[in-house]
């Protein structure tokens, strides 16, 4: 009895392993969790999209007869400055970008003083300057 018990879980076990070689293993695999070429374009797109527009609010930040006079004062080279603005990484572009657009609104808002205005755009050169110079 024990050899016949011996016997049927072999050709079990043979026939299993059988089936898991003899079957792609793509076959087999879950593939709800994978990501379709089209999303990534979409998705690579969005990124793109996304950093040339806060390439283009600080750009916007940084001309301008106030945006001159806050980088002369600090002895930097505007044409210079906004070039480096696009070896910026992606994150440091966004954290600038939203500073700019809401010193932007402050200002606007009258919230802030001329002053105060050329200290935000002094300090956002130094940044770009700190950040370029260290790469």
Do not use: C, Y
């Not at 609010?57 to 001159?68: D, I, P, Q, W």
């Not at 696009?86 to 954290?95: F, G, K, N, V």
């Not at 500073?99 to 956002?124: K, S």
């Amino acid at each position: 009895m024990f050899s016949d018990r011996a016997q049927w879980v072999r050709v079990f076990v043979a026939s299993v392993l059988t089936i898991l070689f003899a079957v792609p293993a793509n076959l087999m695999a879950e593939t709800s969790h994978l990501v379709s070429p089209s999303d990534l374009q979409k998705e690579a797109i969005s990124v793109s999209q996304t950093r040339q527009r806060n390439i283009e609010t600080v750009r916007g930040f940084l001309t301008g007869e106030r945006a001159e006079k806050a980088m002369l004062s600090v002895h930097a080279d505007p044409t210079q400055v906004r070039s480096a603005v696009a070896s910026l990484s992606d994150q440091e572009l966004a954290q600038l970008a939203s500073r700019a657009a809401n010193a932007e609104r402050d200002f606007a808002a009258g919230h802030l003083t001329r002053f105060d205005d050329l200290l935000i755009i002094a300090a956002v050169v130094v940044v770009i300057i700190i950040v370029v110079a260290t790469r």
